[in-house]
Antibody, heavy 119, light 107 residues
Framework: EVQLVQSGAEVKKPGESLKISCKGS????????IGWVRQMPGKGLEWMGI????????RYSPSFQGQVTISADKSISTAYLQWSSLKASDTAVYYC????????????WGQGTMVTVSS | DIQMTQSPSSLSASVGDRVTITCQAS??????LNWYQQKPGKAPNLLIY???NLDTGVPSRFSGSGSGTDFTFTISSLQPEDIATYYC?????????FGQGTKLEIK
């Protein structure tokens, strides 16, 4: 079964760092882009960026460039999203998703990671 | 960034109704458009890619059409399990932006 499994919910304080993960299985991890999508409470979907685990080529939305870092470790089929200094406005559910090569559609999604940033 | 505008933002319909959602791009995106369904508390699910192609296993009551800047998503006969929020997404230019969503409720 093709699946993406994300790390669990996190509660952090403003200014703290965080790295969440997304582990792929059931397919060749290095052959598909993995994207990250933010969903703030009660809001819509925001495309953050994508990474190609085969060579770590990464593209960011201008809205998120410099705010987060996307990375991958192909040896363990895992992609990451990290923050160096969290803000309360980073509170959201973060989804990873596999991107279809041709249509750039996200066909397989992780279950989501809830990140809560509060003092 | 390309802006994607969906209408309506919310919609109430009865079981068996034909439901239509529109998505307008701020510039020509050819047919580079996808549609997703998101049920409460769940991850989104791909329904349609390339504006009109159903993803594997998606019921045939769902359909999509359009090209250029104007796109339509249709449910031919609304079922109770279709209650969800629907999003369009363009992939003509990075970042691959989403519409703001259309929340569909049962009347």
């Amino acid at each position: 079964e093709v699946q993406l499994v994300q790390s669990g919910a996190e509660v952090k304080k403003p200014g703290e760092s965080l790295k969440i993960s997304c582990k792929g299985s059931g397919y060749t991890f290095t052959r598909y882009w993995i994207g990250w999508v933010r969903q703030m409470p009660g809001k819509g979907l925001e495309w953050m960026g994508i990474i190609y685990p085969g060579d770590s080529d990464t593209r960011y939305s201008p809205s998120f460039q410099g705010q987060v870092t996307i990375s991958a470790d192909k040896s363990i089929s895992t992609a990451y999203l990290q923050w160096s200094s969290l803000k309360a406005s980073d509170t959201a559910v973060y989804y990873c998703a596999r991107e279809l090569t041709a249509a750039h559609a996200f066909d397989i999604w992780g279950q989501g990671t809830m990140v809560t940033v509060s003092s | 960034d390309i802006q994607m505008t969906q209408s309506p933002s919310s919609l109430s319909a009865s079981v068996g109704d034909r439901v239509t959602i529109t998505c307008q791009a701020s510039q020509d995106i050819s047919n580079y458009l996808n549609w997703y369904q998101q049920k409460p508390g769940k991850a989104p699910n791909l329904l349609i890619y390339d504006a009109s192609n159903l993803d594997t296993g998606v019921p045939s009551r769902f359909s999509g059409s359009g090209s250029g800047t104007d796109f339509t998503f249709t449910i031919s006969s609304l079922q109770p399990e279709d209650i969800a929020t629907y999003y369009c997404q363009q992939y003509d230019n990075l970042p691959y932006t989403f519409g703001q969503g259309t929340k569909l409720e049962i009347k």
